[in-house]
């Protein structure tokens, strides 16, 4: 599983911090948004998917109608 591959990664990392600033490093972050991206990329998309395929009703009011 990939996922857990990216899980062993980041607690290696994670355990092999000498400092805070060492939490930047590239090696470390690029896994970490990685592993983010792919729980919340399918989540967003559900949510963002109904929205984006949706028009809005026609508003009833003075400024729609042509004079």
Not at 7 to 25: C, F, H, K, Q
Not at 34 to 56: C, D, E, Q
């Amino acid at each position: 599983l990939p996922g857990m591959f990216i899980i062993t990664s980041l607690v290696d990392e994670v355990t092999n911090l000498r400092s805070p600033a060492d939490l930047l490093a590239t090696r470390f972050l690029a896994p970490l948004l990685l592993f983010v991206a792919s729980f919340f990329l399918p989540i967003m998309i559900k949510r963002l998917a109904p929205a984006l395929h949706s028009t809005p009703p026609p508003r009833e009011g003075p400024e729609s109608t042509v004079a």
